[in-house]
């Protein structure tokens, strides 16, 4: 992907340009914080709603996602006790949504249990 001036953009961990890109890539990269944002993208979820939503994902996993995704200002806890989007957090699964229509068209294969 080119940026607006037709430069590729830097790669490598020593090129100072690259530390937003591979922070945002080393958080969303882990386990489970796509899912949770994805599932909190229609509206605010309480915690046992989100947990019946993420299926395999156990309570002290989620617990750890939601609160890395807090302090990334990615989603924030009302004071009724559920979660949802900040404006950041909007801004960033709105850009899921081309991921998601690519994935309507080609579907990858389910990951086997050991992934």
């Not at 940026?3 to 090129?15: I, L, Q, T, V």
């Not at 890109?21 to 990269?29: A, I, R, S």
Request: hydrophobic fraction near 35%; include cysteine.
């Amino acid at each position: 992907m080119r940026s607006a001036s037709g430069a590729k953009p830097p790669r490598g961990r020593d090129d100072p340009a690259n530390e937003p890109m591979l922070t945002t890539m080393d958080l969303l990269g882990q386990r489970w914080m796509l899912r949770v944002l994805w599932e909190l993208e229609p509206g605010p979820l309480g915690f046992l709603e989100l947990r019946r939503r993420m299926g395999q994902c156990s309570s002290s996993m989620l617990s750890v996602r939601l609160h890395n995704l807090q302090a990334a200002d990615l989603i924030v806890k009302k004071p009724d006790k559920s979660y949802e989007l900040t404006s950041a957090g909007t801004e960033l699964t709105a850009a899921l949504h081309p991921v998601w229509a690519w994935s309507q068209q080609h579907t990858p294969p389910q990951p086997s249990p050991a992934d």
